[in-house]
């Protein structure tokens, strides 16, 4: 059995919800973290260290992850290999590629953006880091539409994991109330994530 500690309208745990959605997994959910709590209690800081959520049990093999990104490469790898062809390397990093730069780049960007419209009271919100970090999106969903201009998914022809962070930031992006560029294939990749079971059920969720 699959263990899932995590509060459900978490980006970073959107992501592994939404993948053990896809690959119809059977698991638990404990709610930790934000309002839960318990991520700073002794239970759990034995199995992650940094207090943080995701973290991952999987009693099959006794073992216990954290970070988002790794998660979700480890879940795709033991359940996902005939779905995404996971045993091939250039699909693999392909993929992966992709869920880094959602990491290093565009979760930066957007998180200021992010907090301050969603989190913070509009007296007290910073509006240059709110303009710099939709100028910074909107540089990296560039990149992000010339990427589509050759593909239909970051994953390449067929959706993968390396849709999944971006995904899950993307639907930030495109809940806030901030004027955004048109992308014609960012939007036609974003509308065939938001046809997804898992994507429905798992990321659009009210943004808290």
Request: net charge negative; aromatic share 10%; charged share 25%.
């Amino acid at each position: 059995m699959l263990t899932i500690w995590g509060r459900e309208n978490s980006v970073n745990v959107k992501k592994v919800l939404w993948c053990a959605a896809e690959l119809d997994l059977a698991f638990n959910v404990i709610p930790a973290g934000g309002e839960y709590g318990k991520n700073k209690d002794p239970l759990f800081l034995a199995l992650n260290p940094n207090g943080l959520v995701p973290c991952l049990q999987d009693d099959d093999n006794d073992l216990v992850l954290w970070e988002s990104n790794t998660i979700v490469r480890y879940m795709a790898a033991k359940f996902g290999q005939d779905i995404w062809l996971l045993a091939d390397a250039a699909v693999r990093a392909t993929s992966e590629k992709w869920m880094d730069w959602a990491l290093s780049s565009l979760a930066p960007a957007l998180t200021p953006v992010y907090i301050n419209l969603i989190r913070t009271p509009a007296a007290k919100r910073d509006k240059q880091l709110i303009e710099n970090g939709v100028k910074r999106c909107e540089e990296l969903f560039d990149i992000a539409e010339t990427a589509l201009e050759k593909q239909p998914y970051f994953s390449g022809e067929k959706f993968g994991i390396g849709d999944i962070p971006i995904g899950c930031l993307a639907y930030n992006w495109f809940t806030l109330d901030i004027e955004r560029k048109p992308r014609t294939h960012l939007q036609t990749w974003y509308d065939a994530i938001s046809s997804r079971h898992g994507f429905q059920t798992r990321v659009m969720l009210p943004l808290s």
